[in-house]
């Protein structure tokens, strides 16, 4: 309202105690304002407008100058949020920031957001009300649609919520059971057993062997959101280590080795850092070549958007390029479960756990001729949230 304030003092009242350069000067001003103005007499009867106030709201000087603002559109403006402003200003003079929610015939909903103020310039001149009207339709339909989705987010989080429960208790007792009971078959009828019945029974523990590291796969899916701990600044180079001890005896059988460069300090939650490098390393030595030792290389350098790019390099048979990206989809194998175990959700979780800290992760690679994961992370969380 500040450019309002001094545009009242340009109403015809006064044009003859200033030069003309001064009142044109102000007049342009009025006019070059983006925002829709409007002065008004006491009665509410519209006595200058700018071409911000046409442009937005489609219509001619022909049409408003000279006109009650409530009959302005054969009465389009007589709006009940209107008509209160108007009783506040013969009280509290000036009134800010007032929503206005209203659909014109002509142009569709308007969300405007209405600056009004009451300017007497010396005792006995007429007042003018200056209305400032500011177009905020899209800025309030976004924050609409962000508080749904964010209702949405909360729903979401509820389901999991659900399915951590359920995935934890109510599908892991039956299969328990399962598992023990036959176990006991196979140690006390398992010797008697030959030809389809020990085939059978040995299908029967193997599935449901399958059925609990995915019922657990999916359960740390879930976790990602549901168990998720605060961010605190946690060295990787250290997180690593950890894992290539956890690792070791692969790593030994396989006769391999990890190496590490200098990894950052980054926000971060601590155990998720652990089980996305897990299945990082993890992943890259299952999929090793039979004829060569697994070697796998991480690496980080500073890109120049402020991120720490993390290489996970190995050289084992890596995948065709075009499948870079159905890599990180749940369920997705490129390879037959005979040839190598596992869920097909590891390197799902691994993109959660790095978008829930504001990253990215990708996949290159040439058959035959390793893979390489890059994981990018912010420094700090208070940058992630900066990121557009």
């Known amino acids: 309202m500040k450019h309002a304030a001094v545009v009242g003092r340009a109403n015809p009242g006064l044009v003859a105690r200033r030069p003309a350069a001064a009142d044109r000067l102000l007049l342009d001003i009025f006019d070059t304002i983006r925002e829709p103005l409007l002065v008004l007499d006491a009665d509410f009867r519209v006595t200058q407008t700018n071409r911000a106030f046409f442009r937005t709201f489609r219509v001619g000087p022909d049409e408003t100058l000279g006109e009650v603002l409530f009959d302005l559109g054969n009465g389009q403006w007589d709006i009940a949020a209107l008509r209160t402003l108007s009783d506040r200003l013969a009280a509290e003079v000036e009134v800010y920031d007032v929503d206005v929610d209203h659909v014109f015939p002509g142009i569709g909903?308007?969300?405007?957001?209405?600056?009004?103020?009451?300017?007497?310039?010396?005792?006995?001149?007429?007042?003018?009300?200056?209305?400032?009207?500011?177009?905020?339709?899209?800025?309030?339909?976004?924050?609409?649609?962000?508080?749904?989705?964010?209702?949405?987010?909360?729903r979401s989080n509820a389901a999991l919520h659900e399915f951590a429960f359920v995935a934890s208790h109510d599908l892991q007792e039956p299969l328990r059971k399962i598992l023990s009971f036959g176990e006991r078959l196979e140690t006390t009828a398992g010797p008697v057993l030959d030809g389809k019945p020990r085939t059978y029974l040995a299908r029967i523990l193997n599935a449901a062997g399958r059925m609990r590291t995915l019922i657990n796969d999916l359960l740390s899916y879930s976790q990602v959101a549901t168990r998720a701990e605060p961010f605190v600044r946690v060295d990787l180079t250290a997180i690593v280590r950890g894992v290539i001890v956890d690792l070791e005896t692969v790593i030994a059988d396989a006769g391999g080795r990890v190496d590490v460069g200098v990894l950052p300090v980054v926000d971060a939650d601590p155990p998720q850092m652990r089980q996305l490098f897990q299945n990082l390393v993890g992943n890259a030595l299952k999929f090793r070549r039979k004829d060569e030792p697994p070697v796998i290389r991480l690496a980080a350098a500073s890109t120049p958007d402020g991120m720490w790019s993390i290489t996970v390099a190995d050289n084992g048979i890596g995948f065709k390029e075009a499948q870079g990206e159905k890599i990180f989809r749940m369920f997705e194998r490129l390879h037959p479960r005979t040839a190598y175990d596992g869920s097909g959700i590891g390197l799902a979780i691994c993109r959660r756990i790095v978008e829930r800290h504001g990253g990215t992760i990708a996949a290159t690679s040439i058959t035959g001729q390793g893979a390489t994961l890059t994981v990018a992370l912010p420094a700090t969380q208070a940058q992630a949230e900066s990121r557009p």
Do not use: F, S, Y
């Open 109 to 154: 909903r308007k969300i405007m957001r209405i600056n009004a103020r009451l300017v007497i310039h010396e005792p006995g001149a007429p007042a003018v009300i200056l209305l400032a009207i500011e177009d905020v339709t899209e800025q309030r339909l976004a924050e609409q649609r962000l508080a749904a989705q964010h209702r949405e987010l909360q």
